[in-house]
Nanobody, 124 residues
């Protein structure tokens, strides 16, 4: 059974850091691009970052460029989102998702499988 499980969320002060993890099971991670998305209360879901199947292609939303870094470890079947210099507006439920494409680039559209999400709250 294909499954994505996010972890690593929590409460952090502004300016702090968190690393989110997305663990995949039921499929081989190197067959898919992985995206991170977030949804704040009352707002639409927003694409945050993605990494292509082999890790050579990444993409970031303008709102997180220079602060967030996506990476993947296919041997561990996991993808990570390192989040630095966190701001209150980064508060949201963060989801990872998989798209079964093997392209040199990735985008933040049309993902097929989704995790349940992990809450990130940035507050003093």
């Amino acid at each position: 059974q294909l499954q994505l499980v996010e972890s690593g969320g929590g409460l952090v002060q502004p300016g702090g850091s968190l690393t989110l993890s997305c663990a995949a099971s039921g499929f081989t991670l190197n067959s898919a691009a992985i995206g991170w998305f977030r949804q704040a209360p009352g707002k639409e879901r927003e694409g945050v970052s993605c990494v292509n199947f082999d890790g050579d292609g990444t993409n970031y939303a303008d709102s997180v460029k220079g602060r967030f870094t996506i990476s993947r470890d296919n041997a561990k079947n996991s993808v990570y989102l390192q989040m630095n210099s966190l701001k209150p507006e980064d508060t949201a439920v963060y989801y990872c998702a998989a798209e079964f494409v093997t392209m040199p680039v990735c985008d933040l559209y049309d993902y097929d499988y989704w995790g349940q999400g992990t809450q990130v709250t940035v507050s003093s």
